[in-house]
Antibody
Framework: EPQLVESGGTLVQPGRSLRLSCTGSEFLFDDYGMHWVRQAPGKGLEWVAGLSWSSRTIGYGDSVKGRFIVSRDNSKRSLYLQMNSLRREDSGLYFC????????????????WGRGTTVIVSS | SYILTQPPSVSAAPGQTATITCGGT??????VHWYQQKAGQAPLLVVYDDSDRPSGIPERFSGSNYGDTATLTVSRVEAGDEADYYC????????????FGGGTRLTVL
């Protein structure tokens, strides 16, 4: 069965860095746009970042632009999120999400979600 | 940046119809997707491209989009439909951002 599995979430101090990873299986990972969506405790969904299948197009949410970097390695079927200058408000559950088949990153729905990895930013 | 507005809560009795709205300026010119999130679970796509359903999603879930409002309709509501529902669009500006509505809690009475 196709799935996405996230890893890398942990407790980290404000101002530090953290790298999240996501591995896809049982589908053609390198054909799809991929994204990170987060959810603070008790709050709604927030799109964090995404990139097209080829990494040709990339986008970031306002709250993370300039601090986070999204990337992928199709040979490893993996998506990454480099999180720098972390703030308390970055705490939450980070979902790896499959996007559009082919094309640019900002098209289509999110049709597959991982279970998420938890990031806690606290001193 | 583009803003999507959803009512915080909606309720319906079993067998009735629940209507969840998603408001945005000229949202009818955009493509809207809807997700269901049950407690403790990852979101699930229930409607995409305004009104299409993924495989496995019951016909009771339907969507429409016109003018300044997109709507998710859940017909013949069941207890298992109790969840948070989120609308989602791409804002279409130069920054190419994804946007979610604030979410609506559907309570089955």
């Amino acid at each position: 069965e196709p799935q996405l599995v996230e890893s890398g979430g942990t407790l980290v101090q404000p101002g530090r860095s953290l790298r999240l990873s996501c591995t896809g299986s049982e589908f053609l990972f390198d054909d799809y746009g991929m994204h990170w969506v987060r959810q603070a405790p008790g709050k709604g969904l927030e799109w964090v970042a995404g990139l097209s299948w080829s990494s040709r197009t990339i986008g970031y949410g306002d709250s993370v632009k300039g601090r986070f970097i999204v990337s992928r390695d199709n040979s490893k079927r993996s998506l990454y999120l480099q999180m720098n200058s972390l703030r308390r408000e970055d705490s939450g559950l980070y979902f790896c999400v499959r996007g559009y088949l082919g094309g640019d990153h900002d098209r289509g729905a999110f049709d597959m979600w991982g279970r998420g990895t938890t990031v806690i930013v606290s001193s | 940046s583009y803003i999507l507005t959803q009512p915080p809560s909606v309720s319906a009795a079993p067998g009735q119809t629940a209507t969840i709205t998603c408001g945005g300026t000229n949202i009818g010119d955009k493509v809207v997707h809807w997700y269901q999130q049950k407690a403790g679970q990852a979101p699930l796509l229930v409607v995409y491209d305004d009104s299409d359903r993924p495989s496995g999603i019951p016909e009771r879930f339907s969507g429409s989009n016109y003018g300044d409002t997109a709507t998710l309709t859940v017909s013949r509501v069941e207890a298992g439909d109790e969840a948070d529902y989120y609308c989602h669009v791409w804002d279409g500006t130069g920054d190419r951002r994804g946007v979610f509505g604030g979410g609506t809690r559907l309570t089955v009475l």
